[in-house]
T-cell receptor, first 110, second 116 residues
Framework: AQRVTQPEKLLSVFKGAPVELKCNYSYSGSPELFWYVQYSRQRLQLLLRHISRESIKGFTADLNKGETSFHLKKPFAQEEDSAMYYCALKGGTSYGKLTFGQGTILTVHP | ETGVTQSPTHLIKTRGQQVTLRCSSQSGHNTVSWYQQALGQGPQFIFQYYREEENGRGNFPPRFSGLQFPNYSSELNVNALELDDSALYLC???????????????FGEGSRLTVL
């Protein structure tokens, strides 16, 4: 069975501080991991995926297979980063089937 | 480019009733996935449709069923509603196959179902 765990339901930081949203997964095969974000009054949208190795809005995430983690990091948080963040795992061949974590609400204070 | 649209946005049903939720996929997308999101939880995969056939199912009973139409729009049907079916139902579309398959899901705003 595949599982995604986001241990922090709430995370608060001040503007300019570093932020790390934790994500751990359980999957026996070769995983593909994603971070999805939902800003206030907006729909759920893709932030980044590990296979792209990209930085989006200053966020990066590295897949660590040894620790089965995919933590999301940003060195200097901005107020507009406040949102709900979901870590998601694709197991198998279908991109439509994702296993989501419970989500972390990030609040960046001015 | 038209995004994913869902209807209705809100609805209230009573236990034992049946409900149909509708989804229009993003232009050019051929795959639709449905998710259930209970309050305070992440989305949970219900099933996916590709080329009008169910192509993957999560841990949901048979009273959750769906359809995909030739224009790639989709319906989610839930029979014999239970109180625990109260949730936000999300539809997501994507493009399966070919160079356009980036793995990104495009979500609708959801249909919030309340079962009394």
């Amino acid at each position: 069975a595949q599982r995604v765990t986001q241990p922090e339901k709430l995370l608060s930081v001040f503007k300019g501080a570093p932020v790390e949203l934790k994500c751990n997964y359980s999957y026996s095969g070769s995983p593909e991991l994603f971070w999805y974000v939902q800003y206030s009054r907006q729909r759920l949208q893709l932030l980044l995926r590990h296979i792209s190795r990209e930085s989006i809005k200053g966020f990066t995430a590295d897949l660590n297979k040894g620790e089965t983690s995919f933590h999301l990091k940003k060195p200097f948080a901005q107020e507009e980063d406040s949102a709900m963040y979901y870590c998601a795992l694709k197991g198998g061949t279908s991109y439509g089937k994702l296993t989501f974590g419970q989500g972390t609400i990030l609040t960046v204070h001015p | 480019e038209t995004g994913v649209t869902q209807s209705p946005t809100h609805l209230i049903k009573t236990r034992g009733q049946q409900v149909t939720l509708r989804c229009s996929s993003q232009s050019g997308h051929n795959t639709v996935s449905w998710y259930q999101q209970a309050l305070g939880q992440g989305p949970q995969f219900i099933f996916q449709y590709y080329r009008e056939e169910e192509n993957g199912r999560g841990n949901f009973p048979p009273r959750f069923s769906g359809l995909q139409f030739p224009n790639y729009s989709s319906e989610l049907n839930v029979n014999a509603l239970e109180l625990d079916d109260s949730a936000l139902y999300l539809c997501a579309s994507s493009l399966a196959g070919g160079a356009g398959n980036t793995g990104e899901l495009f979500f609708g705003e959801g249909s919030r179902l309340t079962v009394l």
